[in-house]
């Protein structure tokens, strides 16, 4: 049977999958033994300082072969969070939190009320309103690097920084939080995206234009996974579009450390499980002792 264990840094995961942000429920669905034995890792839903009400519906709409989606980050805000968390210690995975904020400060805020929730690394999603720029953090290199260096400072924790698709030049953002002191990067959050609803001509989503997620985008995140990769050293979770063992695979020759799933679990929830197996399937039929040695191996003449 072919190692499947991965790390990311100091982070060791048994199994190169990570169920996504916001795709899987409550931290309570974690306690599934049958779902999540088959991750390394679980990431709750993303968490700001203040409860942050979210957009009205329609907030989730099809497209395709992926799915728009504007929620808003809704969320009860650190303190009310946990509050209602379990012990982490009893979960048969490893919990991440997700930190958003609209400032530096907010950030750093949550961050220390997550590392004194029990998680095990903190991901700092970039891709919400700066409200100090009037624009998404995750487009601005020094406005993502401010908000990793506040993080740091407050967590002794693991910290991740998911960045957005959408940056004019994402191995700039990518270079600035990992200066700021990122210990891997998640890549890559949604594409921006909308679609009309012929039966009402107007909008799918209350606010128009949300974040597009699923197969369709895998390419677009394997491209930032391949920039990032080649002009950086520094461990990366891919994420997009992820449906198959083969695009795992893809994954990791790219230059992932590991691999995030999150819309392929609307459609099939114990996607995890089938995923595990043929990764190792693809491993034994290639001779591929462990899925670690194939990081990168894209670039190898």
């Given amino acids: ?20 942000a ?6 309570y669905d974690f306690a599934d033994v049958d779902a999540f034995s ?8 993303s968490v700001s300082h203040e409860p942050w009400p979210g957009r009205v519906a329609p907030r989730m709409a099809p497209s395709g072969q992926g799915m728009l989606n504007g929620i808003g980050i809704q969320n009860p805000g650190i303190d009310a969070w946990r509050e209602t968390m379990p012990d982490m210690a009893t979960l048969p995975v490893p919990v ?16 220390k009320g997550l590392t004194a929730s029990g998680v095990a690394a903190i991901e700092v999603n970039l891709s919400c309103p700066n409200l100090e720029e009037g624009s998404m953090f995750a487009l601005s ?18 910290v991740g920084a998911k960045l957005s698709p959408n940056s004019e030049d994402i191995v700039a953002v990518a270079r600035a939080v990992g200066e700021a002191g990122a210990d891997f990067l998640v890549l890559t959050n949604t594409v921006w995206g909308m679609g009309i609803d012929l039966a009402t001509r107007r909008p799918k989503l209350s606010g128009e234009i949300g974040g597009y997620s699923g ?18 050293d520094v461990p990366i979770v891919g994420c997009g579009g992820i449906r198959s063992g083969e695009d795992v695979i893809e994954y990791f020759l790219a230059g992932a450390s590991a691999v995030a799933l999150g819309t ?36 190898t003449p």
């Fill in 38 to 45: 088959f991750y390394g890792a679980a990431v709750a839903k």
């Fill in 1 to 20: 049977m072919t190692d499947l264990a991965v790390s990311l840094g100091a982070l060791e995961l048994r199994s190169p999958l990570i169920a996504a």
């Fill in 22 to 27: 916001g795709t899987v429920g409550s931290v």
């Fill in 141 to 158: 290199p020094p406005a993502s690097a401010q908000v990793i260096a506040a993080v740091r400072a407050s967590t002794e924790l693991p």
């Fill in 215 to 232: 197969a369709p985008i895998k390419p677009v995140a394997m491209r930032c996974v391949w920039e990032v990769a080649g002009a950086l």
């Fill in 96 to 111: 991440w939190g997700s930190a958003v904020g609209t400032t530096a400060a907010e950030f750093a805020l949550v961050a």
């Fill in 264 to 299: 392929a679990h609307f459609a099939e929830p114990r996607v995890g499980r089938r995923i595990l197996r043929e990764i190792d399937a693809w491993c034994e039929r290639h001779g591929v002792e462990a899925l670690s040695e194939l990081t990168g191996g894209a670039r």
